[in-house]
């Protein structure tokens, strides 16, 4: 079963969110993590430190972390969907990393797997491969 990490701030909007306080859930992107449960991946929210999620964020994950576990999946490729590219650095193989929110800084040395404006594109990428994998024989 393909597993899925996202993180608080990759769904949510955190500039809305009060100081110390919990930020709102992008109800967009509880509706694609939904989606994604619905469609038999396992879906876990990261708290990395950082703001805890939401209720209705917390809903849709089958468990909340504190970070990424070193080796995600045994079998098969788990995704990592994070708002901050310094979270893609130093990935496992395993983990295909896709930043949310849009293209790195030209000048920065470009570190995630894939980029996806929103948490949306990124379910629908998953989805997509998902459905076309790819096999080396």
Do not use: K, N
């Given at each position: 079963?393909?597993?899925?990490?996202?993180?608080?701030?990759a769904?949510?909007?955190?500039a809305?969110?009060?100081?110390?306080?919990?930020?709102?859930?992008?109800?967009?992107a509880?509706r694609?993590?939904?989606?994604?449960?619905?469609a038999g991946f396992?879906?876990?929210?990261?708290?990395?430190?950082?703001?805890?999620?939401?209720?209705?964020?917390?809903?849709?994950?089958?468990a909340?972390?504190?970070?990424?576990?070193?080796r995600?999946?045994?079998d098969d490729?788990?995704?990592?969907?994070?708002?901050?590219?310094d979270?893609c650095?130093?990935?496992s193989a395993?983990?295909?990393?896709?930043?949310?929110g849009?293209?790195?800084?030209?000048?920065?040395v470009r570190?995630c797997d894939?980029?996806a404006?929103?948490?949306?594109?990124?379910?629908?990428?998953?989805?997509?491969?998902?459905?076309?994998p790819?096999?080396?024989?």
């Amino acid at each position: 079963m393909t597993e899925v990490y996202v993180d608080v701030g990759a769904a949510s909007i955190e500039a809305a969110a009060p100081i110390g306080g919990v930020p709102p859930v992008d109800p967009e992107a509880v509706r694609a993590l939904r989606h994604l449960g619905e469609a038999g991946f396992r879906v876990f929210v990261i708290t990395a430190g950082g703001s805890e999620p939401a209720a209705d964020l917390r809903e849709v994950a089958t468990a909340v972390l504190e970070r990424v576990p070193a080796r995600p999946s045994d079998d098969d490729q788990a995704w990592y969907l994070t708002s901050d590219i310094d979270r893609c650095r130093g990935a496992s193989a395993r983990l295909r990393t896709v930043l949310i929110g849009g293209t790195p800084p030209g000048a920065s040395v470009r570190r995630c797997d894939a980029v996806a404006r929103h948490v949306q594109a990124a379910a629908m990428e998953i989805l997509a491969a998902d459905a076309m994998p790819v096999h080396v024989d």
